[in-house]
């Protein structure tokens, strides 16, 4: 009886516009990608540990989660990887809170949002609204990482970004790539907090002068109006609707990333390690990269002979 009469208690509160709605302090919210076994894993999850290291920066951090950061917001902003035996986890932090993946029982991928205060976010203490918040954190990281595992680029991709070309029947100036100018606008666009929401010409100049260094006379509103017709042309960016922004496409992400890497992580220390002047120390050194170089080095120095190119000394 007693039963009854609390459910009719509750219908009658709810029928005068008192509903129940549950308060939530702490709550985890998961994403889980099974594989077949721990070597594909291990292949997909490790390398991606190098590429979100940088996560954990502000201009990141308040894109990812979706909120206002300045020098003056409280708590604590960082990344940490973090390693037991042959198993490894990253946490990137927001306050009390974080967002964590790890590598858990050898098969499965597992995301974790972890909201130990929703004062963290600014919102009220409901589900649905930790829903939400949880939702875009986890679905933005996992889109960014799975267009970074796949940033290769086909040949006749890399010579129409490289090279003019006809775009819509209008003919389209190429990508210079190399150039100090056009690799800052990538290296902007791909890896300094922008990929995630759409950004304005103001945004991107923001980024170009104060993360990256670009003298102000080089990073002029007209130049980066330039620069991001061109990117347009090529597909790289799409504009929002009735709105002076725009975001990156998925081939333009991929580009940013291929180029970026090609240019600062092998083409860049290639050219150092070639160069007598600037290798310091001319013993052989045990890092693997440098191996690598080396080896490059040398095939190219055979390639350029069996060409009758002459070797510059």
């Known amino acids: 009886m007693a039963g009854d009469g609390s459910r009719s208690a509750d219908a009658e509160e709810r029928a005068a516009g008192y509903p129940t709605h549950l308060s939530i302090y702490q709550a985890e919210f998961s994403d889980n990608q099974v594989f077949q076994d ?3 894993l291990n292949r997909v999850y490790e390398p991606l540990l190098k590429e979100h290291l940088h996560l954990g920066r502000l201009d990141m951090v308040k894109v990812l989660f979706d909120r206002r950061i300045t020098k003056r917001t409280p708590g604590r902003f960082a990344t940490r990887v973090l390693r037991q035996g042959v198993a490894s986890c990253l946490k990137v932090f927001y306050k009390k809170s974080f967002l964590k993946q790890y590598n858990k029982g050898g ?9 130990n205060d929703p004062g963290d976010f600014g919102v009220k203490k409901s589900l649905g609204h930790l829903q939400t918040i949880a939702h875009h954190a986890m679905t933005r990281f996992s889109k960014a990482q799975a267009v970074a595992k796949s940033t290769a680029l086909n040949r006749s991709t890399f010579e129409r970004i490289l ?3 006809q775009e819509g029947g209008k003919r389209v100036a190429g990508f210079r790539f190399g150039a100090p100018g056009s690799m800052r606008i990538l290296e902007a666009l791909g890896c300094a907090g922008l990929l995630f929401q759409a950004f304005s010409n103001t945004d991107l100049r923001q980024v170009l002068v104060e993360r990256l260094g670009t003298p102000p006379d080089e990073a002029g509103s007209g130049h980066v109006s330039y620069q991001l017709r061109k990117l347009k042309d090529k597909g790289l960016v799409r504009k929002v609707p009735r709105r002076n922004r725009y975001t990156l ?6 580009t940013c990333m291929f180029f970026t890497k090609l240019h600062q992580r092998l083409l860049t220390p290639g050219l150092d390690r070639m160069n007598e002047t600037l290798r310091g ?12 170089l080396d080896a490059l080095n040398h095939q190219l120095d055979d390639l350029a002979q069996l060409c ?3 070797i510059a000394a």
């Open 38 to 40: 721990t070597q594909t």
């Open 107 to 115: 098969r499965v991928l597992r995301t974790e949002l972890c909201v």
């Open 163 to 165: 090279l003019p070309s």
């Open 249 to 254: 496409t998925d081939l333009g992400y991929r």
């Open 281 to 292: 120390n001319p013993s052989p050194s045990g890092h693997s990269l440098d191996r690598a």
């Open 308 to 310: 009758g190119l002459e």
